[in-house]
């Protein structure tokens, strides 16, 4: 088997951004990766600079879950069945006033951020059952620390993913499952609005910040029981502050000043 009895790893949204910044960190720490996206050609050359003896690649479609089932069985059979650390990363930002968004725009933000989770949790199920101290890992974001006006879809399925994770750290306990998620403010991706990178601010929790910040979290993560990582560490801040008074955070974002949102992929 390809993997050699390595530890594994299998990424969605993995051609781009976090998947890619990930999927590198892990090859060179000596990982087998399972790197999958709709973007092949940008798989093909993630592959070349992760080497094929180190992980496979795949076109996938997170919302076709025979798809991602049969994926999985690929990817099983290179592994002997196991995985360590499954990552849900692969995820879509499409925002503007609810009442001007198409709904087509809705549904899309709905199947790849939240169903296309499911459909990842639900089929390596199986693997991570069968692989000692494995982890469940799931790109939610920043948005998740409260509802955000202009994103308010795209903040309910990180909602939702936030949500999901907790409940299922609880419930995973019972197999020796882990699962925890990524809460990231502004990442330098693929993702980010034409222009955004240049209005970021330079300080605080929405500065801009490298796709690499969210992949060491990533790698933390396998070591640890820690639930959320935020990065950056503020937007843990954002998040009990949103908790303790969501009438004054509501206020706070209403009047302005602030720039909010989450990179994903």
Same mark, same amino acid.
């Given at each position: 088997? #390809? =993997?050699?009895?390595?530890?594994?790893? &299998?990424?969605?949204?993995?051609?781009? /951004?976090?998947?890619?910044?990930? =999927?590198?960190?892990?090859?060179?720490?000596?990982? &087998?990766? %399972?790197?999958?996206? $709709?973007?092949?050609?940008?798989?093909?050359?993630?592959?070349?600079?992760?080497? #094929?003896?180190?992980?496979?690649? /795949?076109?996938?479609?997170?919302?076709?879950?025979?798809? &991602?089932? *049969? =994926?999985?069985?690929? !990817?099983?059979?290179?592994t002997g069945g196991k995985l360590d650390l499954l990552f849900n990363n692969a995820g879509i930002g499409r925002?503007?006033?609810?009442?001007?968004? #198409?709904?087509?725009?809705?549904?899309?933000?709905?199947?790849?951020?939240?169903?296309?989770?499911?459909?990842?949790? +639900?089929?390596?199920?199986?693997?991570?059952?069968?692989?000692?101290?494995?982890?469940?890992?799931?790109?939610?974001?920043?948005?998740?620390?409260?509802?955000? #006006?202009?994103?308010? $879809?795209?903040? *309910?399925?990180? +909602?939702?993913?936030?949500?999901?994770?907790?409940?299922?750290?609880?419930? !995973?306990?019972?197999?020796? $499952?882990?699962?925890?998620?990524?809460?990231? /403010?502004?990442?330098?991706?693929?993702?980010?609005?034409?222009?955004?990178?240049?209005?970021?601010?330079?300080?605080?929790?929405?500065?801009?910040?490298?796709?690499?910040?969210?992949?060491?979290?990533?790698?933390?993560?396998?070591?640890?029981?820690?639930? +959320?990582?935020?990065?950056?560490?503020?937007? /843990?801040?954002?998040?009990?502050?949103?908790?303790?008074?969501?009438?004054?955070?509501?206020?706070?974002?209403? %009047?302005? %000043?602030?720039?909010?949102?989450?990179?994903?992929?």
């Amino acid at each position: 088997m #390809p =993997a050699n009895g390595r530890k594994s790893i &299998f990424i969605t949204g993995a051609a781009s /951004g976090i998947g890619r910044a990930t =999927a590198l960190k892990f090859a060179a720490g000596g990982w &087998f990766v %399972g790197a999958y996206d $709709v973007n092949e050609a940008a798989l093909a050359s993630l592959l070349g600079e992760i080497g #094929p003896d180190n992980g496979v690649i /795949g076109r996938l479609d997170v919302t076709d879950k025979p798809a &991602f089932e *049969a =994926a999985l069985a690929a !990817f099983g059979a290179q592994t002997g069945g196991k995985l360590d650390l499954l990552f849900n990363n692969a995820g879509i930002g499409r925002g503007g006033p609810f009442d001007q968004q #198409p709904f087509e725009d809705v549904l899309a933000l709905l199947n790849v951020n939240f169903v296309g989770v499911l459909n990842g949790i +639900h089929s390596a199920l199986p693997m991570l059952k069968a692989t000692p101290n494995s982890m469940c890992f799931t790109t939610s974001s920043s948005s998740a620390t409260y509802g955000m #006006p202009n994103l308010a $879809v795209y903040s *309910a399925t990180k +909602h939702a993913v936030k949500g999901l994770t907790e409940a299922l750290s609880i419930e !995973f306990r019972a197999f020796g $499952v882990r699962a925890a998620d990524t809460l990231p /403010g502004l990442i330098d991706t693929p993702i980010l609005p034409a222009g955004a990178s240049a209005m970021a601010p330079t300080e605080g929790p929405f500065r801009l910040t490298p796709p690499s910040a969210v992949a060491q979290a990533v790698w933390d993560s396998y070591g640890s029981d820690r639930l +959320h990582w935020y990065v950056p560490e503020e937007i /843990g801040d954002l998040d009990r502050a949103a908790a303790l008074d969501p009438e004054a955070f509501r206020e706070q974002i209403s %009047g302005g %000043g602030r720039l909010f949102g989450g990179g994903d992929d």
